[in-house]
Structure formats: structure tokens, C-alpha cells
């Protein structure tokens, strides 16, 4: 949605198994982020990337893993580790500056229900 | 994490009513952005304010920053079906690339 691809919107996965999900932009835009979002809850930032090769935890790291070979693409890969995957994850990237002193806003995904069983 | 609390958490109004949510913080800000998501959806970007004081209008949603860059809020008046969804504040962590999002608050009108 609006440049930014999330594949699977849904996505059902057995307890211990990892899974890797997708985020694709072609927007043009450096940085990258990914955010989980529980039922009633607001977003909680997992990781982000400001460019290729680099990335930096969010707050809720552990269990979690991510890569940024490629500006378009930012996988992330739910492990065993995390305790309670079952969320909705959403990728977003963060769009540029037009003026000086300006901030840029965030452009989501339509995002990927994961569902544990 | 770090989350930040909005007020209020959940409202529901009649259609026609006026909705009105806060976004508080305890540190001065940069700047402060206001997303909507629609049940469902993906949250999508409203607006951005930056100067003291500041008020921007769009069409029936009021947007305000406070003058000591501590709090916003949005306001929206005469609500419609269309305005359903869960508002988030969101801003910059400290000069960062990280942003931190508000816990939101969820409107329902009621028609």
C-alpha cells in the first residue's frame, strides 16, 4: 500500500518454528521500521534501519531478527525465542525532508497478522 | 518500551458529537505527528507540528501543540461514521531516527 508490500496478510505458524516476514518498498525512502501491535494496543518498535547494512534495536528486540542487504527490502524473522508472537506486525519507512527543520513522516504497510498456534 | 499515554484511552460518541484526545509528555519535543488508523487498517499519517503554540485545521479535525511543546491534542468536531478508528500520536525519539507512538485512543460513533 501506497509503495510499501507486506506479504502474507495472514499468516498462521506452529509454536518453535521461525518465520520470516517480508516488507518491501519501492518509495525510494532510507529507513525502515518495523513495529508490532498487539489487540487495543498502540505500536511498539521491534527494529529500524536509517540505511542499507545498518540497523538498531526498538524496544522490544528480544526474539526478533532483521536484515537490510537491499534499500527495498527489510525482512524480519520472528524466532522461537520470542515468547508471544502472536501480533500484528507492521513495517513502515520514513519519508523525506522538504524543507530545512522539517521532519518526515512515516508511510506504513498494510501489515501481517501472525497467528501462533 | 517506551509508550506514551494518551487520553482517552477509548470514547464513544453519537454522530454529531465532538471528540477531543490529549498526548502528554514529560519532555520537551521536536516535534509531534498525529497518524490514524482505521479498524483493520494501517495507521496513516494526519499531520505534523513543530512550532510553540501551533494550531492547524483540517477541515473539522483541529490539531494543537502546546506552548511548551509538552502535550498535543486533536479535536474533532461534529462527528461522522467516517471519523471510527484509533488516533496515535507519535514523535521522534531525542533527535533519532526512533519514534515513539502514543497507546491511542480508540473513537466509535455511534449513528
Known amino acids: 500500500d501506497g509503495g510499501i508490500t507486506q506479504s502474507p496478510k495472514y499468516l498462521f505458524r506452529k509454536e518453535g518454528q521461525n518465520v520470516t516476514l517480508s516488507c518491501e518498498q519501492n518509495l525510494n525512502h532510507d529507513a525502515m521500521y518495523w513495529y508490532r501491535q498487539d489487540p487495543g494496543q498502540g505500536l511498539r518498535l521491534i527494529y529500524y534501519?536509517?540505511?542499507?547494512?545498518?540497523?538498531q534495536k526498538g524496544d522490544i528486540a528480544e526474539g526478533y531478527s532483521v536484515s537490510r542487504e537491499k534499500k527495498e527490502s527489510f525482512p524480519l524473522t520472528v524466532t522461537s525465542a520470542q515468547k508471544n508472537p502472536t501480533a500484528f506486525y507492521l513495517c513502515?519507512?520514513?519519508?523525506?525532508?522538504?524543507?530545512?527543520?522539517?521532519?518526515?513522516?512515516?508511510?506504513f504497510g498494510p501489515g501481517t497478522r501472525l497467528t501462533v498456534l | 518500551g517506551q509508550q506514551v499515554m494518551q487520553i482517552p484511552q477509548y470514547q464513544h460518541v453519537q454522530e454529531g458529537e465532538d471528540f477531543t484526545t490529549y498526548c502528554n509528555s514529560s519532555t520537551t519535543l521536536s516535534n509531534i505527528q498525529w497518524y490514524k488508523q482505521r479498524p483493520g487498517g494501517h495507521p496513516v499519517f494526519l499531520i505534523q507540528?513543530?512550532?510553540?503554540?501551533e494550531v492547524k485545521k483540517q477541515k473539522r479535525l483541529t490539531f494543537q501543540f502546546g506552548e511548551a511543546k509538552k502535550n498535543s491534542s486533536l479535536h474533532i468536531t461534529a462527528t461522522q461514521t467516517t471519523d471510527v478508528g484509533t488516533y496515535f500520536c507519535?514523535?521522534?525519539?531525542?533527535?533519532?531516527?526512533?519514534?515513539?507512538f502514543g497507546t491511542g485512543t480508540r473513537l466509535k460513533v455511534l449513528a
Open positions: 513502515a519507512t520514513l519519508g523525506p525532508s522538504y524543507l530545512a527543520h522539517s521532519y518526515n513522516e512515516q508511510f
Open positions: 507540528l513543530v512550532k510553540s503554540g
Open positions: 534501519s536509517q540505511i542499507v547494512n545498518d540497523f
Open positions: 507519535a514523535w521522534p525519539f531525542s533527535g533519532t531516527y526512533k519514534y515513539i
